[in-house]
């Protein structure tokens, strides 16, 4: 996996959700050089019938102490100025399991 990016273009759903997800694409794509800037990013991991949209942020900012306000007042704050149908955002944390653990 060395050399190669971790970040694929995400699967969302969408499915019977009232958000405008062209407008979604567009807005993640707003953002992203910020969070690159700050050696971060943000995967799409989910959009629910209620407008609640679900992202993981990854690299420096998924670790960020101030992840919550990027959340808050950046992401959340622009999805909803943006995109028709965003209700909320929510963070998503990874799912790990370690080896012998299951």
């Given amino acids: 996996m060395a050399g190669e990016s971790v970040i694929t273009e995400p ?3 969408g499915q019977g959700s009232p958000v405008d997800m062209d407008a979604l694409r567009e807005a993640v794509e707003f953002l992203r050089p910020a969070l690159h800037a700050d050696g971060g990013d943000l995967i799409l991991m989910d ?3 209620e407008g609640v949209v679900a992202v ?3 690299g420096a900012c998924g670790t960020c102490p101030l992840s919550v306000v990027t959340m808050t007042a950046g992401i959340e704050a622009l999805f909803k100025q943006r995109v028709p149908g965003v209700t909320g955002v929510v963070a998503r944390t990874p799912t790990v399991q370690l080896p012998g653990y299951a």
């Fill in 11 to 13: 699967v969302i759903p």
């Fill in 47 to 49: 959009v629910d019938s």
């Fill in 56 to 58: 993981e942020l990854v």
